[in-house]
């Protein structure tokens, strides 16, 4: 019975002795590792003090450690703080918390409500305010139906919207930053670039388009007028360039197989190329110029074929010629075959 006793008192003695060490670990877990400074640095668009708060939301990361455990995680870290990319935490002492983070870079705006409506590579809306940033394009054409902060953005037309997201993500890509990115009247991409027009037609071909844009507009991003791009294809390398109405100046621009720019130029209007094969070429007069109930002026080939792109010239080969093959050419406007 008195080896029985002092066993129980024993085992009594070493529970309490490991609860009072449980005690006095939290006591120091909980009192010695306090944030007491956190300091922020990566941030741009958004100030230390709405990163610090937005951290400190959760009551729980008041403790050093809980803090450090909670944003090493990064689906945590992306629950808690959605507005940014990535975080990195690192413990300095247990009273202060070195918090690096890598913002989500706006790739374009929609301006709704009164505000200033940024979004992401994905279509997230990573702010909304009335402060407008710089180098930043803003989208016009698209009904915005909903806009909640770091959810998807939400359009009426959500195909023309997912067109939009991926031509910002695909111009972010390429160090391209247009003043405005438009859906025309008539279902169009419309990049503008100060004066200049770049005319992206559907959303055919998107990525070799906006590639070689990269290229071009070097060479005219400081001019007024149009630059014709809706045919571009890797198949169909023609862009054209057509200055303003006053002047009517014209420069054919074209790229190789590699991608780089092959230019030529030619004031005044178009002139039908020639060839010295003796191949059939094309004459304006091979096709009638027309003009609808509407005003808008369409042009049909000599297949009766009919487009109302009749500012493009395309379908020429790299010195600007029509593509022939000694009996017959392509059609510079509808790009029918004709004998």
Not at 12 to 22: D, P
């Given at each position: 019975m008195?080896?029985?006793?002092?066993?129980?008192k024993?085992?009594?003695?070493?529970?309490?002795?490991?609860?009072?060490?449980?005690l006095?670990?939290?006591a120091?877990?909980?009192?010695?590792?306090?944030?007491?400074?956190?300091s922020?640095?990566?941030?741009?668009?958004?100030t230390?003090t709405?990163i610090?708060?937005?951290?400190?939301?959760d009551?729980l990361c008041?403790?050093?450690?809980?803090?450090?455990?909670?944003?090493?995680?990064?689906?945590?870290?992306?629950?808690?703080?959605?507005f940014?990319?990535?975080?990195?935490v690192?413990?300095v002492?247990?009273?202060?918390?070195?918090v690096?983070?890598?913002?989500?870079?706006?790739?374009?705006?929609?301006?709704?409500?009164?505000?200033?409506v940024?979004?992401?590579?994905?279509?997230?809306?990573?702010?909304?305010?009335?402060?407008?940033?710089e180098?930043?394009?803003?989208?016009?054409g698209?009904t915005?139906d909903?806009?909640?902060?770091?959810k998807?953005?939400?359009?009426?037309e959500?195909?023309k919207l997912?067109?939009?997201?991926r031509?910002?993500?695909?111009?972010?890509?390429e160090?391209?930053?247009?003043?405005?990115?438009?859906?025309?009247?008539?279902?169009e991409?419309i990049?503008?670039?100060?004066?200049?027009?770049?005319l992206?037609?559907d959303?055919?071909?998107?990525?070799?388009?906006?590639?070689?844009?990269?290229?071009?507009l070097?060479n005219?991003?400081e001019?007024?007028?149009?630059?014709?791009?809706e045919?571009?294809?890797?198949?169909?390398?023609?862009?054209?360039?057509?200055?303003?109405?006053e002047t009517?100046?014209?420069v054919?621009t074209?790229?190789?197989?590699?991608?780089?720019?092959?230019?030529?130029?030619?004031?005044?209007e178009?002139?039908?190329?020639?060839?010295d094969?003796?191949a059939?070429?094309?004459?304006?007069?091979d096709?009638?110029?027309?003009?609808?109930?509407?005003?808008?002026?369409?042009?049909?080939?000599?297949?009766?074929?009919?487009?109302?792109?009749v500012?493009?010239?395309?379908?020429?080969?790299?010195n600007?010629e029509?593509?022939?093959?000694?009996y017959?050419?392509?059609d510079?406007?509808?790009g029918?075959?004709?004998?």
């Open positions: 008195k080896n029985s006793h002092k066993r129980r024993r085992k009594g003695r070493v529970k309490w002795g490991i609860i009072g060490i449980l006095l670990t939290a120091v877990v909980f009192g010695l590792f306090r944030v007491k400074e956190i922020v640095s990566g941030n741009s668009t958004f230390s709405q610090q708060q937005a951290i400190l939301q009551g008041q403790n050093t450690l809980y803090l450090i455990w909670k944003y090493n995680d990064k689906e945590k870290a992306e629950n808690a703080l959605p940014l990319s990535s975080v990195e690192k413990m002492s247990p009273f202060k918390v070195q690096h983070v890598y913002e989500k870079m706006a790739v374009g705006y929609v301006r709704t409500q009164g505000k200033y940024y979004f992401d590579r994905t279509g997230l809306v990573i702010e909304s305010s009335q402060k407008r940033h180098n930043v394009p803003e989208v016009t698209l915005v909903k806009v909640t902060l770091y998807a953005l939400s359009a009426s959500p195909d997912d067109t939009v997201i031509v910002a993500d695909l111009l972010n890509q160090g391209l930053v247009p003043d405005e990115i438009r859906y025309s009247t008539k279902e991409l990049l503008i670039f100060g004066k200049l027009n770049v992206m037609g959303e055919s071909s998107l990525e070799d388009k906006i590639s070689v844009l990269s290229s071009i070097p005219v991003a001019k007024s007028g149009n630059l014709n791009m045919s571009y294809s890797s198949q169909s390398q023609s862009v054209t360039y057509r200055d303003t109405p009517e100046a014209e054919q074209e790229t190789d197989e590699n991608g780089n720019v092959i230019a030529g130029s030619s004031d005044g178009e002139t039908p190329a020639t060839q094969s003796g059939p070429t094309y004459q304006e007069s096709g009638t110029f027309a003009e609808d109930a509407d005003g808008n002026r369409y042009y049909t080939d000599k297949k009766g074929n009919i487009t109302y792109n500012d493009s010239y395309n379908y020429v080969d790299s600007g029509i593509i022939t093959d000694g017959g050419y392509i510079p406007y509808t029918a075959y004709i004998q």
